[in-house]
């Protein structure tokens, strides 16, 4: 870190860099599968795939960025030419109509976006002059990031995109085709960030050759409760993308009949209610420090696969729960929360505590391929072919679809509580 930045100049233009990457990506995560479905007309396999190829960048992207930034530019040039190229590329998909050529431009931006994602953390890393007492609220502002865009989106729907004295059904037509916004202004965002990129301090390649993360973390893995934490991982983060693919369109076409007050608050489509659940998640990961010291970390990995399986039962069954409909699916969007921050947050604790020091990054590197890369892609797949397999008559039945997630988190559940160590909140993990 230069002696020109300074913990108090440094650490507001960190947090913006956190805004801005997670708002390029949450502008248009949310809307994905209700407007290739309801405007492009694409099936759940199609659908799927698309999620899919975008988390293969996510696995493949970081080893490409590793030769890269590490070798040959500073990050944060590979940053903003990242985000330039991505910004071309996403605006495309507003206009894109084949499945085929959008599997491609989607493959093309995950392998450009996805980098990006670690080399901010690295980034980040490298400067702060506390990373345990500094990271912890620069990442914070990602989740705002994600936050503001969202309702953005939603308030951009609903005046710009939603037409009067029309029926419901044109309506909705017209706000699904109005999401076709979402990839424009991720690319303007992303241009925003790729200048600001160019602004951020010097973070020179380090010219070092680096084994293999996946390898050399690999024996660390193989014990408790390393071991039982990642073969957990690929299903939860299945169920994780379960909710990222049909909730938005779930909760777009409840919107619609909602008090107006949902609406002036969140707009309309339902990505801006899902952002409650980040609201949520602010404060349950400002609590996890608070108690982390009092309850077992299996406690809380617990208590985030309960939250998993209370989510998708209150939207299977919302009709049959003696609340007001909005009601049940706030306080199910509001699971989102405890699912992120006492399953995914405290597993990455527990990746930290249980590592040596010598591969803790290269173990968080591989916990991180298998949640937002492997299990994406699985989950992707998953929550497509189950979309088909719960629609009858081009009806999707959303209490068949979201019982398949909330039976494998009880399952999860189950397998952690017979596995996972018992410790008590003094000892690691």
Request: with cysteine; glycine share 8%.
């Amino acid at each position: 870190m230069s002696n020109a930045d300074t913990p108090p100049a440094l650490i507001p233009r960190l947090s913006l860099m956190m805004f801005l990457q997670y708002a390029i990506w949450g502008a248009w995560l949310p809307f994905l599968w209700s407007f290739l479905a309801g405007h492009r007309g694409m099936d759940g396999g199609q659908i799927g795939n698309m999620f899919a190829v975008g988390a293969i960048g996510a696995i493949i992207g970081p080893f490409i960025a590793g030769q890269i930034a590490d070798r040959h530019f500073a990050t944060e040039r590979f940053l903003a030419i990242s985000h330039f190229l991505g910004a071309a590329v996403i605006w495309q998909l507003a206009t894109i109509d084949s499945p085929n050529e959008f599997l491609i431009f989607s493959l093309v931006y995950g392998l450009v976006y996805a980098p990006t994602l670690s080399l901010t953390n690295s980034l980040a890393f490298h400067h702060l002059p506390d990373r345990d007492r500094d990271f912890g609220k620069v990442r914070l502002w990602g989740t705002f990031g994600w936050i503001v865009v969202g309702l953005a989106m939603g308030q951009w729907l609903l005046h710009m995109h939603t037409p009067d004295g029309v029926s419901l059904e044109a309506v909705a037509a017209a706000q699904v085709a109005g999401k076709a916004d979402a990839f424009r202004l991720s690319a303007i965002l992303g241009v925003v960030m790729g200048f600001f990129c160019l602004t951020l301090p010097n973070t020179p390649p380090a010219r070092s050759v680096e084994r293999n993360a996946a390898f050399e973390a690999i024996s660390e893995v193989k014990r408790q409760p390393l071991l039982t934490l990642f073969l957990l991982a690929v299903p939860v983060s299945c169920i994780h993308q379960f909710y990222f693919v049909h909730t938005e369109t779930f909760l777009g076409a409840r919107q619609l009949a909602a008090p107006e007050i949902f609406q002036s608050i969140f707009g309309v489509g339902g990505g801006g209610l899902m952002t409650f659940g980040q609201m949520v998640e602010v404060l349950v990961l400002g609590a996890i420090p608070l108690i982390a010291k009092k309850v077992s970390r299996k406690t809380l990995l617990a208590v985030g696969l309960l939250a998993y399986a209370q989510r998708m039962a209150l939207f299977a069954y919302v009709d049959q729960i003696p609340l007001p409909p909005m009601a049940t699916l706030m306080l199910g969007i509001a699971m989102h929360g405890f699912c992120f921050g006492c399953f995914i947050f405290v597993a990455f604790m527990v990746v930290d505590e249980e590592t040596s020091s010598d591969v803790r990054a290269s173990a968080q590197s591989l916990f991180n391929l298998v949640i937002v890369g492997i299990g994406v892609i699985v989950g992707s797949k998953i929550a497509g072919a189950v979309a088909e397999w719960a629609t009858t008559d081009g009806v999707l039945d959303y209490t068949a679809l979201f019982s398949v997630p909330m039976f494998a988190s009880i399952a999860c559940l189950v397998l952690l509580l017979a596995f996972y160590p018992n410790r008590s909140p003094a000892e690691p993990a």
